[in-house]
Structure formats: C-alpha cells, structure tokens
C-alpha cells in the first residue's frame, strides 16, 4: 500500500477567525460540530487546550459502534493557528496511526478561510476517510453559523 500524502480541507466560513478558533477550544462547542455527520454524537472526554495539553474525544456512530480519537496540541497560536496529533484508538482499522493535523484561520474580510490539513497517515486509505469526515465537520460548523461565505 502506498503512503498517504494527506488530505486538505478549504472553507470560507461567514464568522470572524476568533470565532472559528473558539470553535476548536471549547469542550461544549467542539460537541456541536467536530464530527463527521450530524447522526454521529461526539462526547468530549478530556480536552486541554494549551501547547502540550491532550484531548481525547468518542464518536459514537449509528451502528453502535464507540470510536475514540486523541492526540497532543503541539502549537497553538491564537486566533491563525493549531497543531494537534490525531491518534485513534483500537479497534478501530486507522487505529495506531498517528498523524497529524494542521488548522490555519486567515481573515478574509469579516469572514474566514479555513484550511484544514490532515496528514501522516502512512496509509493511503486514510484520506478518503479524513477528507469526508473534515468536510462533514465543516457543513455541521457551517450549520451553526449561518453558512459559507
């Protein structure tokens, strides 16, 4: 299998970056939208959010199914930029792997544009996954706020 090179997610969002960057650091907000489809809950079990803070979240799907994802902040510069380990815990099948992902909020007038990249799967099968699930996230985050801009 070949490797991954990642995937990267774009919006322009209709709210000002502080307002995006909030979105990202706040337990009751991230349960709102930082999940795939509005079907699948998202329940904040730990989320410190600081350089070298750890967060660690469960989705719970449909079918019954509980997956658990956690990771490290690794930068946080408020409000243009995060870094953060995403690991995701077995049984999952992209369980071990432990990539990375990237968040850049550049102004844009009122608004915002949003990239998202997703990197260091090391399994090409991964960005397909990642890719719709970031662009799920983003029309529930979307949903919230009013719309794209």
Do not use: C, N
Request: charged share 25%; proline share 7%.
């Amino acid at each position: 299998m070949r490797a991954s090179p990642g995937v990267e997610v774009r919006r322009i969002l209709r709210v000002a970056p502080d307002v995006v960057f909030g979105a990202f650091a706040e337990a009751a907000v991230v349960e709102q939208w930082l999940r795939p489809a509005p079907d699948v809950k998202l329940t904040v079990l730990d989320l410190d959010f600081r350089p070298g803070g750890t967060y660690r979240f469960a989705y719970d799907v449909p079918d019954g199914r509980r997956m658990i994802v956690g990771g490290t902040y690794r930068a946080i510069e408020r409000p243009s930029r995060i870094v953060f380990s995403w690991l995701i815990e077995p049984p999952d099948e992209h369980a071990g792997i432990d990539s990375e992902v990237t968040v850049t909020l550049v102004p844009v007038g009122a608004a915002t544009e949003l990239t998202i990249r997703h990197a260091k799967f090391d399994r090409a099968d991964a960005d397909a996954r990642h890719a719709q699930g970031w662009a799920g996230a983003l029309d529930l985050f979307e949903s919230l706020h009013g719309g794209g801009a």
